[in-house]
């Protein structure tokens, strides 16, 4: 799709618009960039190819900006000036002044933006700003050209849009100022020259002893940066940042200022994002950590409780009503916490559904209390469009110092009892207890057994075929790990994949599965001179791996087989640990002949955004919502719009999970390509598909 909106621009336009200094994008009404030119793409630290499709919205400091901008345009139908602030792709701010007009493309509307970058406008400042203060320092000179070019200097610092001044360092009455005080402070030069204190009243009550105390410490030849508030003449509070000299011959204090607002609020903005989560505002694992460090730094024998909550059946709210009701609720689950804490507890978002909070108190009684009120507040319900959605709250309880010394035990000790919670029932808390640990004793049975299949090649992959719905015929095979071990038997994949993922184990696991896939596409390859494919699942941590799809591509070369035989299988989660990483990787293998497919869709993010900047081929339906198709009637809609947004992305469909005839008969009817599961075929091992054959 976004290569089709790029053919709106023809090339030697395209050429042209690449050859200009400042930057050019086209956007839809909805923020889409149709086209970005090289100047844009370097500007925000972008490659060209990564920003066609990309919402103009996640590159903007405000994104209401974006809004108000396209109203006015298309409300007034002229071009729009104005200074818009963009994030560069390392979290800089690159501040622009953009302009903006409407283009009209057939029924819709295309808008046309200019964007100037003021960073070399701002070097150039920052330049001068040191070329005055090495004029200032140099104070013969300056007072023999105050002397002799009066009428010139007021000129030049009247054009400076920072506050040039100096004053008595003796009695701080201001002493000359230029015309930019005006701006800042809302007083015009005159008054502030008639009324030599005047400077000294507008400094914020909270910070006048600071600034008295900076001037008082400054000593002759010294200079030194300080920051403050002040009043304006209309009240508002502004930040002001101030260069000083103190001037060892002429006794004065010689400075250049600033205004910081602004600035000042953006990096406050990003300091808060960084240890708050955005959903819900709270703290975030981040803060929860320094939270904890600084516990243990300061008051090590002091003891606390760590509380670790997470909501019961709460996936099921966001499987079938999607994660807009989903963030809704847990918007107001926040709010109830916060209700519940006393000032001088601690509660963070730690991920999902889950958060931990940090309690002072270690009495049993009030920690059953105060539990006991958390858990009432889940009572009522949370309403939604009109929707009762009932909840409740499984709570694990660790101590310290008595269950553990460090945060990583306290909070994984405090998962463990929160399970231990949720398999009594749920609704409830539970305490953590040594015999607990039988849970990380099983983590290490089954971490043993992995090692032990790794060792001695009990790993084994089945195959379950891919129908073509078109022809009914197999198109290809999804490979699935089994592990029978000799002395345990049969161990589930949902038990091994997860202590591998923990372990990293998952690696050699990949390299496993690869190599039996090949050696399956081989036999085939032998019987079958149809064309068909093997899918292979690949976890977050493979994908992570930075020569992960030099690795695999090399591979099939060195086993002679063709890329077009091997299908990338990945889930939703695998993609969003680290989206940059993961999108590198996958154009490097769709680059290489590789197909790609998104497994389990519908039950994670399921984001426009990332549908449109990865190179994804298929799009798996997750089987929960076919098993349900005609138990959930929301899932037989959920899954005619997952078909029809695939098809209009240009991407194919697949369904898993087909085990009755009615499934079969509702995919077939809607446009889905591919058709997988018990009622089309079981998995096998390779022997039993070549006897079929």
Aim: aromatic residues 10%; hydrophobic residues 40%.
């Amino acid at each position: 799709m976004t290569k089709g909106l790029f053919l709106l621009i023809s090339p030697p336009l395209h050429e042209l618009m690449n050859y200009l200094p400042e930057g050019v994008i086209i956007v839809d009404e909805r923020g889409a960039i149709l086209f970005a030119n090289d100047a844009f793409s370097e500007m925000v630290g972008y490659e060209s190819e990564l920003l066609f499709g990309l919402n103009m919205l996640t590159l903007l400091v405000d994104v209401d900006v974006f809004g108000t901008c396209i109203a006015t345009v298309m409300e007034e139908g002229k071009s729009l000036n104005a200074q818009t602030d963009f994030l560069h792709r390392d979290g800089s701010v690159i501040r622009t002044v953009k302009s903006v007009r409407m283009i009209r493309d057939s029924d819709s509307f295309r808008f046309f933006v200019n964007v100037r970058n003021l960073t070399d406008t701002d070097r150039l400042n920052q330049e001068l700003q040191q070329s005055h203060r090495l004029i200032e320092c140099q104070a013969g000179e300056l007072s023999a050209l105050l002397n002799s070019k009066h009428q010139e200097l007021e000129e030049i610092l009247g054009s400076i849009h920072e506050v040039i001044w100096y004053i008595d360092s003796q009695t701080l009455s201001l002493r000359y100022v230029n015309d930019a005080v005006e701006a800042i402070f809302g007083f015009s030069k005159e008054e502030f020259l008639t009324d030599k204190t005047l400077w000294q009243r507008q400094i914020h009550p909270d910070d006048r002893a600071l600034v008295k105390t900076f001037f008082e410490t400054l000593s002759p030849g010294q200079s030194q940066e300080i920051c403050f508030r002040i009043f304006r003449s209309n009240g508002e509070t502004r930040w002001l940042n101030s260069r000083i000299h103190h001037h060892k011959s002429l006794s004065l204090f010689i400075g250049i200022t600033s205004d910081v607002t602004a600035a000042k609020s953006h990096r406050e903005e990003i300091m808060f994002l960084a240890y708050h989560d955005p959903l819900t505002q709270l703290p975030n694992r981040a803060k929860l950590k320094e939270k904890l460090a600084g516990r243990f730094e300061h008051s090590a024998e002091e003891p606390f409780t760590l509380l670790f909550l997470d909501l019961d059946n709460f996936k099921n709210i966001n499987d079938t009503m999607g994660h807009e009701i989903g963030d809704t609720i847990l918007i107001e689950v926040s709010r109830r916490l916060r209700e519940q804490i006393d000032p001088d507890y601690f509660c963070a978002r730690f991920g999902g559904d889950e958060f931990v909070l940090l309690l002072t108190t270690t009495g049993s009684a009030e920690i059953e209390r105060f539990c006991t009120r958390l858990i009432e507040t889940f009572k009522e319900p949370f309403v939604n469009s009109d929707i009762d959605f009932y909840l409740s709250a499984s709570i694990g309880i660790v101590s310290y110092p008595q269950d553990a010394r460090s945060g990583e035990d306290l909070i994984k000790y405090a998962d463990t009892a929160m399970y231990e919670a949720k398999k009594k029932g749920k609704n409830r808390f539970a305490y953590y207890h040594s015999s607990m640990q039988h849970a990380i004793a099983d983590f290490l049975h089954v971490e043993s057994l992995v090692r032990d299949a790794l060792t001695h090649g009990y790993f084994e992959l089945y195959f379950q075929p891919l129908i073509e719905s078109s022809t009914l015929q197999t198109e290809g095979y999804e490979a699935l790990l089994r592990l029978p071990h000799p002395r345990e038997g049969f161990i589930p994949p949902d038990r091994f994949i997860p202590v591998a993922e923990t372990n990293g184990d998952i690696l050699a696991i990949g390299r496993e599965v690869l190599r039996q896939a090949c050696d399956f596409i081989d036999l085939l390859r032998q019987k079958h001179s149809e064309p068909f494919f093997v899918a292979i699942n690949v976890s977050a941590k493979e994908l992570h791996q930075e020569n992960f799809s030099q690795t695999l591509l090399e591979y099939l070369i060195q086993r002679g087989i063709p890329s077009s035989y091997v299908k990338v299988e990945l889930t939703e989660s695998t993609l969003m640990n680290n989206l940059d990483v993961a999108g590198d990787q996958l154009l490097r293998l769709k680059a290489g002949g590789i197909r790609i497919a998104l497994d389990d869709f519908g039950t994670g993010y399921s984001s426009f955004s990332y549908l449109a900047q990865l190179p994804i081929d298929t799009l798996k339906i997750d089987k929960s919502f076919i098993l349900s198709l005609f138990d959930v009637h929301s899932h037989r809609h959920i899954v005619e719009a997952i078909s029809t947004l695939a098809h209009v992305l240009g991407m194919s469909v697949t369904a898993e999970g087909v085990e009755e005839s009615a499934h079969f008969d509702f995919l077939m009817d809607n446009r889905i390509d591919t058709l997988q599961g018990f009622h089309l075929g079981r998995p096998v091992p390779p022997q039993e598909i070549l006897r079929r054959m």
